[in-house]
Each structure stands twice: as C-alpha cells, then as structure tokens.
T-cell receptor, first 115, second 114 residues
Framework: GAVVSQHPSWVICKSGTSVKIECRSL??????MFWYRQFPKQSLMLMAT?????????EQGVEKDKFLINHASLTLSTLTVTSAHPEDSSFYIC???????????FGQGTRLTVV | GDSVTQMEGPVTLSEEAFLTINCTYT??????LFWYVQYPGEGLQLLLK?????DKGSNKGFEATYRKETTSFHLEKGSVQVSDSAVYFC?????????????FGTGTKLQVIP
C-alpha cells in the first residue's frame, strides 16, 4: 500500500509552547488529509479534514485557532498545536487519501506530551 | 451524520479460538467499510475492506462481509494466534459536507493468550 510518513513520532514540550507535526504522503498525491486524536481508551476522534489548497474543515468542538492545519501541497499537511497545555497530551494520527480512491493510509502517529 | 458502533473490549481468547468482533454502522448512501488494526506502539494498518454490499474482505485469515440489510461488517477469524493481539477498529468512508471522510468505531482490544 501507499506510505504516509508522520514526524516526529514523539515530542515533549513545555506548557505554552507550540508544536508542529508533519504528515507526508511519500509515493502518492494526497488530495485529502485527515487529522485524528486518539484518546487513552482507544477511541479515535476526527479533528479536521483538509483538502490541498483550501482551508481545513474542523469537527464540532475542535478549536481551529488552537489546532492549526495547513495543507499547502499534495504531499504535505501540518498540524500545529499552539500554546500547548498538558490536556493536549495525546496521540495524534494523520491519514491521507488520493483523489479517486476510497482508502485512507495512516501515518505512524505522534505521541505529544506537554509538561 | 455517519457513525460506527463496535463491541466493547477487551476481548480475551485462548490461542486457536474463534473470533468475532461485531460492527454496525449508520451512513447515508453507500459507504465503503474497513477494518484497521493497531499493534502495540504502532500506527493503524488497513486489515481488510469492502466497497459494496455483499462484498467479503479478507486478509491474514480475517474476514468480514458487507451486509447492507443489517448495516453490519463483523470481523471474524477461525483460529486466532498470540500475534493477533492488537486493537481493531471498524471504519467507514463516506461523503459528509462535500468531503470524503473516514469515521471510526471506538476500537476493540483483543488479547490472545497461549
């Protein structure tokens, strides 16, 4: 299957700082990318959907000014957690989908710990 | 909106036991259905998929059949192994608000003991 690379795989940051997570599709053009947050009890919550060249569509309850998503090219999307707080500590996962397919491929995830 | 409901875990089975993880969905139109697996410390991997009614997805001994009449996509395996211990997510891909969107169930943790 296609490869989606997410970086970094883990990061520790201080409260009040910002953290950027990258999601790259390595061997296909991703017209749509999805960002998820995985909570400790396994549930996977969709945060936002981004299409290349347009603004991300955020799910209800997700603060768009706190979780900045940029999808500037067909192979790269970034999620920036601004002014991070300990409650933002979580596992963040991206996925990417090509233009005509229905299957989404997932990155390895990023473990964010805010101290 | 779209939703996926799957049985709560954890599910604990002995090696070589039969596995069923139930999954039902609610969606408009004709979504594609997926099972993803997450091994400890890793990201999600696609296990199998079905894109239309009555399709059967299969991989690594796992199977699931797209049942439109019961809106279900139950995951089965005839004989589980210790290496199958993981979290399994049922998911659907459909259009919502003009965008293709993947909606996940809450995941079911499977533990297989020797």
């Amino acid at each position: 299957g296609a490869v989606v690379s997410q970086h970094p795989s883990w990061v520790i940051c201080k409260s009040g700082t910002s953290v950027k997570i990258e999601c790259r599709s390595l061997d296909f053009q991703a017209t749509t990318m999805f960002w998820y947050r995985q909570f400790p009890k396994q549930s996977l919550m969709l945060m936002a959907t981004s299409n290349e060249g347009s603004k991300a569509t955020y799910e209800q309850g997700v603060e768009k000014d706190k979780f900045l998503i940029n999808h500037a090219s067909l192979t790269l999307s970034t999620l920036t957690v601004t002014s991070a707080h300990p409650e933002d500590s979580s596992f963040y996962i991206c996925s990417a989908r090509g233009g005509s397919g229905t299957e989404a491929f997932f990155g390895q995830g990023t473990r964010l710990t805010v101290v | 909106g779209d939703s996926v409901t799957q049985m709560e875990g954890p599910v604990t089975l002995s090696e070589e036991a039969f596995l069923t993880i139930n999954c039902t969905y609610t969606a408009t139109g004709y979504p594609s259905l997926f099972w993803y697996v997450q091994y400890p410390g890793e990201g999600l991997q696609l296990l199998l998929k079905a894109t239309k009614a009555d399709d059967k997805g299969s991989n690594k001994g796992f199977e699931a059949t797209y049942r439109k009449e019961t809106t279900s996509f139950h995951l089965e395996k005839g004989s589980v192994q210790v290496s199958d211990s993981a979290v399994y997510f049922c998911a659907l891909s459909g259009r919502s608000g003009g965008y293709q969107k993947v909606t996940f169930g809450t995941g079911t943790k499977l533990q297989v003991i020797p």
